[in-house]
């Protein structure tokens, strides 16, 4: 059984258009992120959301927003995209805290 | 901004040796994690430290907190091919942000 999982794996779209990531974790986990790697492998967290709280990196642009419709799904969505939006984005959950997360395999998102 | 520095950035090893990577900030760290990223995958954790000093092995892995909660250490003893990924050093820092470092590439040659 897949613990996170992301879809789609890859994901090529036009500047300005907008797109949604999905992300669904099956661990019961309280607490969910997204994060996104560049083309160096810089990995840097967006956000961490729980049922309470959204804790946003300042660093993120507005366009980018994440949407939970229940406690195992944090879908990602993004407006207007930009050519600097291509990356891999990655989905975490956690049940504790940041030591105990379990990353999806990745969404690669191309921007033409 | 808040930055975690590891060196080296990449190494290529011969299968058998031994491995030595380090991590290290500008400001101090509560808790330090190493993950290891293998190609189309996401990061894997190996190896969780929460005190200064700290020494913690995980098989052939072996991760040091450092004394000043500035840095860490990974060790990864008689390589084998599967070793091969990125491996990063991460935590949360006395303010709660949270960072991962730029990532050491391992790459073993049988």
């Known amino acids: 059984d897949t613990a996170v999982s992301q879809t789609p794996k890859y994901l090529v779209t036009q500047m300005g258009n907008d797109k949604s990531i999905k992300c669904e974790q099956n661990?019961?986990?309280?607490?969910m992120y997204w994060y996104k790697q560049d083309s160096k492998k810089f990995l840097k967290i967006m956000f961490s959301?729980?049922?309470?709280?959204?804790?946003i990196n300042e660093t993120v642009p507005n366009r980018f927003s994440p949407k939970s419709p229940d406690k195992a799904h944090l879908n990602l969505h993004i407006n207007s995209l930009e050519l600097g939006d291509s990356a891999v984005y990655f989905c975490a959950s956690s049940q504790y805290g940041v030591d105990t997360q379990y990353f999806g395999p990745g969404t690669r998102l191309t921007v033409l | 901004g808040q930055q975690l520095n590891q060196s080296p950035q990449s190494m290529f090893i011969q299968e058998g040796e031994d491995v030595s990577m380090n991590c290290t900030s500008s400001?101090?760290?509560?808790?330090w994690l190493w993950y290891k990223q293998e190609p189309g995958e996401g990061p894997v954790l190996l190896i969780a430290l929460y005190k200064a000093g700290e020494l913690t092995s995980n098989g052939r892995l072996t991760a040091q907190f450092g004394i000043t909660r500035k840095d860490s250490f990974l060790n990864i003893s008689a390589s084998i091919p599967s070793d091969v990924g990125i491996y990063f050093c991460a935590g949360p820092n006395t303010g709660n942000q949270f960072y991962f470092g730029t990532g050491t590439s391992l790459t073993v040659i049988p």
């Open positions: 400001s101090i760290f509560n808790t």
């Open positions: 959301y729980n049922n309470k709280e959204l804790i």
């Open positions: 661990l019961g986990h309280d607490t």
